[in-house]
């Protein structure tokens, strides 16, 4: 199919492609394979994509949306955006992503934006333009695994993002972004916690050779990392900053990790933050 144009699908649809859709020649806009705005009870359980379409998948204002096993093996575009663009003030609601395997974007693999109610099984991403995974102002998301090579390569992007609020409901940041394992190779970061974002708990990180930090906290509230174990393996190092426009980061905490050729460093001094039962490994420790 051409990159601009779209199968749109209405409500209470099931799409199962059981081929292969190739995207070729170009397009503007938010054309998509597979498009869905405004609807509700939508499924796609299997959908396998090559080529440079605009998005893989688009779905904009919709709730009950369930995506199954997708694979897209990209030369550019976006893979999955899920978001709230055409009426901000109502939330895309329960949306469930189980497996994605997504390569070769010139942007992100899995993103979403504006989203109450996140599930999402396994994200695979290998060598996209931008994050792996990234949330921007979703709330009560619960994702297993990400596993990231390449993602963002010579950006500021990182296997899992999250940013534009992320986990905040109302004025606080309660726990309410879940991530199970985080998986990165290479590419740009591992972990980005962008400014006013927050409520992330992630239990286990393995994150190796990025270009940039292995991981970025910065301006970020109630965020705690490695609940159960990590590594971290230079030359990226774990950082805890902040710009002045923003409130310090708070409520951070950096524990059971093993940080090899690398550094744990905090600058400037946030506000409750701990660091707690980290082996350090020809690494160094600059915290307040």
Known sequence: MSAGSRLSLPSYTVLDVCGTINVTGSGSGDQ????????????????????????????????NITLGQIDMRLSGGLGIRIDNHGDRGVRTRNVRIDNVYVSGTS????????????TVGTV???????SGLLLNDTINAEVGTVDADGAGTGTGYAAFRTANRNGRIGDSYPTNIHVGQVI????????FC????????IDRVDIADTG?????????YNVTIAVQSGSVTGPGDVR????????????VTIQNLTVTNSAIN?????ENITIRNNTLVNSSLNVC
């Open 32 to 63: 998509a394979v597979v498009y869905a705005r405004g609807v509700t009870d939508v499924e796609v359980q299997h959908l396998n994509v090559t080529g440079a379409p605009l998005y893989g998948i688009f779905v904009r204002n919709g709730t």
């Open 107 to 118: 942007s992100h693999g899995v993103e979403t934006y504006g989203v109450d109610g996140l």
């Open 124 to 130: 695979v991403a290998r060598n996209t333009g931008y």
């Open 184 to 191: 990165a190779r290479g590419g740009g970061r591992g972990v």
């Open 194 to 201: 962008v400014p006013e974002s927050g409520g992330l708990v």
């Open 212 to 220: 940039s930090n292995a991981m970025l906290i910065e301006n970020c």
């Open 240 to 251: 805890l900053a902040a710009r002045s426009e923003f409130p310090n980061n708070s409520e």
């Open 266 to 270: 905090e600058n400037p001094c946030g």
